[in-house]
């Protein structure tokens, strides 16, 4: 599953300016400032493994991928003292708990509809330690949605020049992202397109989904495009 997306996502990101260290950083104080003595956590939808590469510098790190490219690259960059295990967040047990469960960039959007998110939130929840902290980052609210939105990327490095042009729309409540890839390295050209679909939620989900797995549900702004960072400690 997005096998040549994931190829190329680490320079996409690094070309957009995403700041993986600042964001890591505004999630271990989230989580610090609700459990102080806080050592475990673990990273649902981690991707390549870039959050992890800076929370590791505060807390015991271990990731979790549904997507065998992406795992497979946090792995080789993370090495063997940070596992990342294979599994869906709607489903996954580790047969342990933590301090801290994320999920960021969005990630929770891929839950396609009110029972699917709440069977991840649930299944996080589960992994949370009594008192434990989740966060996680919604993706855009119904009312938040343009149609319409268009936009083009290019990045340049010394090993791979891309382009990239996001075209968009809403079906119903999904929102439609295909990705148009333009990569060029010294093996060639290579043209492809990656389709995402993202179910977005409203924020009474969101809340009652918290609410549902035992975390009272608290928003922190600041994300792009005014999304929100949802915040609970699980109970008792």
Same mark, same amino acid.
């Given at each position: 599953?997005?096998?040549?997306?994931a190829? %190329?996502?680490?320079?996409?990101?690094?070309g @957009?300016?995403?700041?993986?260290?600042?964001?890591? $950083? $505004?999630?271990?104080?989230?989580? #610090? $400032?609700?459990?102080?003595?806080?050592?475990?956590?673990?990273?649902v $939808?981690?991707? =390549?493994g870039?959050h992890?590469?800076?929370?590791?510098?505060?807390?015991?790190?271990? *990731?979790?991928?549904?997507?065998?490219?992406?795992?497979?690259?946090? !792995? @080789?960059?993370l090495g063997?003292?940070?596992? %990342?295990?294979?599994?869906?967040?709607?489903s996954?047990?580790?047969?342990?708990?933590?301090?801290?469960? =994320?999920?960021?960039?969005?990630?929770i959007?891929?839950?396609?509809?009110?029972?699917?998110?709440?069977r991840?939130? =649930?299944?996080?929840?589960?992994?949370?330690?009594? *008192?434990?902290?989740?966060?996680?980052?919604?993706?855009?609210?119904p009312?938040?949605?343009?149609?319409?939105? #268009?936009?083009?990327?290019?990045?340049?490095?010394?090993?791979?020049?891309?382009?990239r042009?996001?075209t968009?729309? #809403?079906q119903? #409540?999904?929102?439609?992202?295909?990705?148009?890839?333009?990569?060029?390295?010294?093996?060639?050209?290579?043209?492809?397109t990656?389709?995402?679909?993202?179910?977005?939620?409203?924020?009474?989900?969101?809340? @009652?989904?918290?609410?549902?797995? *035992?975390?009272?549900p608290?928003?922190?702004?600041?994300?792009?495009?005014?999304r929100? !960072?949802?915040?609970?400690v699980?109970? *008792?």
């Open positions: 599953m997005y096998e040549r997306f190829d %190329v996502y680490d320079v996409m990101n690094r @957009a300016g995403k700041d993986y260290e600042a964001e890591a $950083a $505004a999630v271990a104080e989230l989580v #610090r $400032a609700r459990r102080p003595d806080a050592q475990s956590l673990l990273d $939808a981690c991707g =390549t870039e992890l590469r800076h929370l590791q510098q505060w807390l015991a790190v271990e *990731g979790l991928e549904l997507s065998e490219h992406m795992a497979a690259i946090a !792995r @080789a960059k063997p003292d940070v596992p %990342v295990h294979a599994g869906d967040m709607r996954f047990d580790l047969g342990r708990t933590f301090d801290a469960v =994320t999920c960021m960039f969005s990630s959007g891929y839950a396609r509809d009110a029972a699917q998110l709440q991840a939130v =649930t299944t996080m929840a589960k992994h949370l330690a009594p *008192g434990g902290v989740l966060v996680f980052d919604a993706w855009l609210l009312e938040q949605w343009h149609d319409g939105h #268009r936009v083009a990327h290019a990045v340049n490095e010394a090993d791979v020049a891309l382009a042009l996001d968009s729309y #809403r119903g #409540r999904d929102s439609v992202l295909d990705f148009h890839f333009v990569v060029a390295t010294s093996d060639g050209v290579d043209r492809f990656e389709r995402h679909e993202l179910t977005m939620h409203t924020a009474a989900e969101y809340e @009652a989904a918290l609410r549902s797995a *035992g975390c009272a608290e928003t922190v702004p600041g994300l792009p495009d005014g929100l !960072r949802y915040v609970g699980r109970s *008792g």
